[in-house]
């Protein structure tokens, strides 16, 4: 009897070992794999860095940096005489549709976010919020023609001189679709605020707006000021929406009644041209790539330290 039961022993710890070997393989191969997902991304990231790095110094090569800094032309498609490579007006077409952007965006995602986290019950706020953050999941490409078919011809209405093609209307826009982004962040930082300093300021007899206006924003200061300035770097890398509704006219201006060209609209512009591969054109998409790069990237490290330097503790 003591064979037996020492084979079904030896089965049973043979079959416990094979199971914790293959345990053992699979928990040893997920780091692995983890890692390689996390190098993936970081070589994307070296590679793209890279490219543009390439072919910027390509193109300032035959262009001087000066005359791309300080030029108050751009006329890259023209033909090679006519050439013109100052990039002011597609940077100042940029900041002009970022800045109506955050007039329309700023306000509204943050009562949108005062609101849902102060004065909404949880019944309210589970259906609204979604319904917000809905906003976020539209194709730019019908932002677009929201504004060229309705926005526009609203605008047209009340501003009879306003041209068909205009900044005005790409900036409401572009507000609109940022506003879940700032409305979204900004009422999950002040929903992390604890409940306690809430009712601190009530029993010293506060109004539930003053609990929201001086204590409940500013101790969310620093997600909230991320969420802006996380909101205006998308807005400035935006590009459908200003290459519908806002023209392809690089103009120096800083009125928003007049058609622009901003620096994604004029990429895409350029790579859709029936332009050269080796042309100083077709290197211009880069340079401008280069700077739409470094203006979002000043952007997230600004987000960053704002994070960190108005972070409060609880």
Known sequence: MSRPANVVQSGVQNRFRKKRTWRNSGE???PKFLLLCALISVLTTVGIIFTLIFETVSFFQSVSFVEFITGTKWTALFREEQQKFGVLPLVTGTLLVTAGAAVVAIPIGLASAIYLSEYAP???????????E???????????????TFVTPLLRNLIPDLNFLNALSASIVVGIMIIPMIASLSE??????PQSVR??????????????????????LSGIMASFVLALSRAIGETMIVTIAAGATPNLTFIPTESIQTMTAYMVQAAMGDISYESIAYKSIYAVGMMLFLFTLVMNLLAQFISRRFKEGY
């Open 122 to 132: 949880d019944r309210v706020r589970r259906v609204v919020k979604p319904v917000l």
């Open 134 to 148: 809905i906003l976020a999941g539209i194709p730019t490409i019908v932002y677009g023609t929201f504004a060229i």
């Open 199 to 220: 009712e601190a300021a009530y029993g010293l007899g506060s109004t539930r707006l003053e609990v929201a206006m001086r204590i409940v924003v500013p101790a969310a």
């Open 28 to 30: 040893s191969l997920i």
């Open 188 to 193: 999950d930082a002040m929903r992390a605020v």
